[in-house]
Nanobody, 115 residues
Framework: QVQLVESGGGLVQAGGSLRLSCAASESIFSISAMGWYRQAPGKQRELVAQITSGGSTNYADSVKGRFTISTDNDKNAVYLQMNSLKPEDTGVYYC?????????WGQGTQVTVSS
């Protein structure tokens, strides 16, 4: 079982930046894909960004050009660099890992962007 721990959320003004981190309990070489999802109040959880073990990335249209997902294999971590934040980016951000047929989620970290 893969355990995921997110950090880096907080309160930031519109236009600001945050960097989210997700630490995995095992080598991410064994993980097929890792991603960041977010859930705003009253809305469904949605994909923000994803990166595969081969390095392919995928972003939601709403964050393209502003957010960047990356990994650090030595630290078993995945990051989400968020720039030019907007109030609509507010929500709980979750880290997700897919390993074979299994899916694992972190506990989430709150991101609040004030206008």
């Amino acid at each position: 079982q893969v355990q995921l721990v997110e950090s880096g959320g907080g309160l930031v003004q519109a236009g600001g930046s945050l960097r989210l981190s997700c630490a995995a309990s095992e080598s991410i070489f064994s993980i097929s894909a890792m991603g960041w999802y977010r859930q705003a109040p009253g809305k469904q959880r949605e994909l923000v960004a994803q990166i595969t073990s081969g390095g392919s990335t995928n972003y939601a249209d709403s964050v393209k050009g502003r957010f960047t997902i990356s990994t650090d294999n030595d630290k078993n971590a995945v990051y989400l660099q968020m720039n030019s934040l907007k109030p609509e980016d507010t929500g709980v951000y979750y880290c997700k890992a897919r390993k074979r047929i299994y899916v694992y989620w972190g506990q989430g970290t709150q991101v609040t962007v004030s206008s």
